[in-house]
């Protein structure tokens, strides 16, 4: 699952929610799905659903949810009508968003999730053994359980890890509150979680940000105080990673998210992905980190094991320090802000 | 320009010319341009067109040509259906099927170029000041005129280059003739360019193939015994460089073009680009190098001049290495030919 914009990006997306609300609808006309081009106008995603290939279709407390077979990616994952994942190609950016931050840190002990509902981010935290604790917190209460229905597969197979403390909850009051170190939230689930907390309670070494579309259900994500929380929630060294759109679609957004984290955070990078059902085939993370040390984000400073690399088909080390190579009309762009 | 398939690759397909020609017939829907979606089934890209934005619409000897504005993507040239360039995303693709094998050479001087009739990948050739000869053979004329008519202010800007000879023959001949040494090939242009060979000719120092469709007039590209042409026609240490296809969605069939090349040239490698309105949104390109050296074609020799660096927008020497890199499921694939 990705966001439609990467939480910073949106604060520029002023279209009102319930237009583009409408304009999202999923699209099936025939046999086919044409994704939503709200975001990327002028061009159109489209996938070829099977015969009485329609497996799920509701409307939950906050968003469309759409699950159809599709001819030759598998099962797809649609949100507002939004492509958020598919079978065959969910691996690239699941093992992406997880693993450059999780390698880029020495140690990971606490880990943190917001959104993720499909599970595939989760999947692939819960591969590293070094991991303790797995805070995930996902608004959507029913996306897990669709996830959980129709993916169980692929993305959904690690709901059951005993690390993991699933909160379904706004997330910038979930990180707020754990920065406040209240137990009192006025949310049930919240304070649930937070009285499980210790108060010697460290910080996160990893948070990583796999919301949904930010015109729905994720808007409070968007505001500025949001990367505050993150900051404030890490541990020494920790470091975040966050969904950054696409280089060929939303640059100069970009270049503003990149900018507004170099002001922030010690060191701050940007990488890539492939993936050939989102927007253009690509999508980019943003990653902060409180190490300050050269190339501390690019360069993993662990590798997996041969099991574990092994269970991998996108991510290895060289492909890691690959992933923050940028066209040159990128980097470009994104040096300015060095 | 790219092939549909890349040449290698073709020899797999086994459709009919004439039925995949007809499924190919260029399509638009009201405000909408759908590709054919023949070569990759059940996944199809839009771009939306501009009102009254139909350009240019006609069959030349060889091929269906059409060429539209697009509301966000400048102008497009679709060949039988399938979109070979955009001007807002075609640099991705030239810069890097041109500098890879140019800046992977110590010194290019002859070049030939395959096919390439809009004239993009001459541009990019034409950058390199050491290069001195330019051999250019697209068969089909049209595809030329049309280009010099629609794009002359992006691809088509260096074919008065005065290194450039420019052949309308195909290239599988050409290139025969070139190595036979034949100035009596039957066909006149190929004779008349031949005529202007001296018998000292060395070789071509780079060749790089952005042929045509593989189901339209490129289809003589397409046999093995083109590719021993093309090495008899290398010089010591010279580089081959094809398009091909996607990892995305041609893998194994890539994985057969590369594992024969290999048991041809003594260096090949599998590099990437990312173009968005290209099928999945990237596109690979097959190196062949004569060097036996190690990472003869992955380190770039040279590096761009400070000034030809500005005008890329792509490519530049960290891009070049980076390319390189594949994604593990490819990675994993392809090394079993080593």
């Not at 400073?301 to 190579?325: E, W």
């Amino acid at each position: 699952m990705r966001t439609l914009l990467s939480a910073l990006c949106c604060i520029a997306i002023v279209q009102s929610t319930a237009s583009i609300r409408n304009k999202m609808a999923a699209l099936i006309t025939g046999d086919w799905f044409a994704e939503s081009e709200v975001m990327w106008p002028g061009q159109r995603f489209s996938l070829k659903v099977k015969k009485d290939g329609v497996l799920h279709r509701s409307r939950s407390k906050f968003q469309d949810i759409l699950v159809f077979q599709s001819e030759t990616y598998g099962k797809v994952l649609v949100l507002d009508g939004v492509i958020q994942l598919t079978e065959r190609d969910e691996f690239a950016y699941q093992e992406m968003i997880a693993h450059l931050p999780l390698f880029a840190h020495a140690e990971p002990k606490r880990v943190c999730i917001v959104g993720g509902g499909d599970g595939g981010v989760l999947r692939e935290v819960a591969r590293h053994s070094c991991v303790e604790v797995i805070d995930m917190c996902e608004i959507d209460e029913q996306v897990v359980a669709v996830a959980k229905e129709h993916f169980s597969d692929s993305t959904a197979t690690s709901f059951d890890d005993p690390r993991l403390t699933l909160v379904h909850a706004d997330a910038a009051a979930y990180l707020k509150a754990i920065v406040d170190g209240k137990g009192d939230s006025s949310d049930p689930a919240i304070a649930a979680a937070l009285k499980r907390r210790s108060s010697q309670w460290p910080g996160y070494d990893v948070i990583i940000v796999d919301s949904s579309d930010p015109v729905g259900p994720a808007e409070t994500l968007f505001a500025p105080a949001f990367y505050d929380s993150m900051k404030a929630a890490l541990a020494p060294n920790g470091i975040v990673c966050t969904q950054g759109e696409c280089l060929w679609l939303h640059l100069p957004l970009i270049a503003k998210v990149v900018t507004a984290c170099r002001a922030t955070f010690p060191s701050v990078e940007y990488a890539y992905t492939t993936v050939p059902t989102y927007p253009s085939g690509q999508i980019g993370f943003v990653l902060c980190s409180l190490d300050d040390g050269e190339r501390a984000l690019i360069r993993p400073t662990r590798a997996p094991t041969t099991s574990l690399q092994k269970l991998l088909r996108y991510y290895n080390p060289d492909v890691h320090a690959a992933s923050f190579i940028l066209p040159e009309f990128a980097a470009r762009e994104l040096k300015k802000s060095r």
